[in-house]
Nanobody, 122 residues
Framework: QVQLAESGGGLVQAGGSLRLSCAAS????????MGWFRQAPGKEREFVAR????????YYSDSVKGRFTIAGDNAKNTVYLQMNSLKPEDTAVYYC???????????????WGQGTQVTVSS
């Protein structure tokens, strides 16, 4: 069993930055692939970024590539999402998730946090 808790969301102007954190507890953090997803009102949950348990391999959606960076700290059982050059269309609730499969599909993830709101004003 893994428990996840996101933090770091908030309101920021377009062009600004935020860093989201996802603290994990329970089973060994490095055993899982970790992903970030987001869901805007009236839209489906979409993949943002993922990272292997070792932290060696990362993958991003085209919409955030070059602006967002995912990183993990196994000593702290925490995964981060650094978001730069934010745009109004990045506004959403951001969720972190843990799963045993390496996949951008939300259904492949077994554990989810409660989400943190990110709002980007124009």
């Amino acid at each position: 069993q893994v428990q996840l808790a996101e933090s770091g969301g908030g309101l920021v102007q377009a062009g600004g930055s935020l860093r989201l954190s996802c603290a994990a507890s329970g089973r060994t953090f490095s055993s899982y692939a970790m992903g970030w997803f987001r869901q805007a009102p009236g839209k489906e949950r979409e993949f943002v970024a993922r990272i292997t348990g070792s932290g060696v391999i990362t993958y991003y959606s085209d919409s955030v590539k070059g602006r967002f960076t995912i990183a993990g700290d196994n000593a702290k059982n925490t995964v981060y999402l650094q978001m730069n050059s934010l745009k109004p269309e990045d506004t959403a609730v951001y969720y972190c998730a843990a799963g045993l499969l390496w996949s951008p599909n939300a259904r492949s993830y077994d554990y989810w946090g409660q989400g943190t709101q990110v709002t980007v004003s124009s």
